[in-house]
């Protein structure tokens, strides 16, 4: 059985400021951790969070699809799991964008709603990035 997460994080910004804070390394690192991302189809990355007593804090990466600034799409590899990650930007209007992120591949339900806490941290901190 493979379990799909999906969210929306609308924001107050330009799909090109949404865009740079998903794709650029030093952004990333201000809202999700320290990484060595490059948006580039096959570049193999790594984020470094903190390690907790459950998680080493090592999440493996590749990117799969790149069509800015509308698509990003890479694979998320921790613990023994590996899920797709994809993001689609999309405009309303009135200087608002949506991300929708659908994350695939999750062996069981407290995996998925794990991301889905870590996801709602994450873009807790999502602004300081759009503001760079």
Known sequence: MSLTLSMDFPFATS?????SALTDS??????IAEN??????????????????WWDGIVDGEVLAVDE??????????????QTVTWTLQELGDGKVNLYLEQTGFSDTQGLEGARYGWGEWFGEFEKALEA
């Open 69 to 82: 600034p509308n698509r990003l799409s890479y694979i998320w590899a921790s613990g023994g799991e590996e």
């Open 26 to 31: 030093g952004k990333l690192a201000k809202w």
């Open 15 to 19: 799909i090109e400021k949404a865009w």
């Open 36 to 53: 060595d991302f490059k948006p580039v189809v096959g570049h193999r990355f790594r984020f470094r969070h903190q390690p907790s007593e």
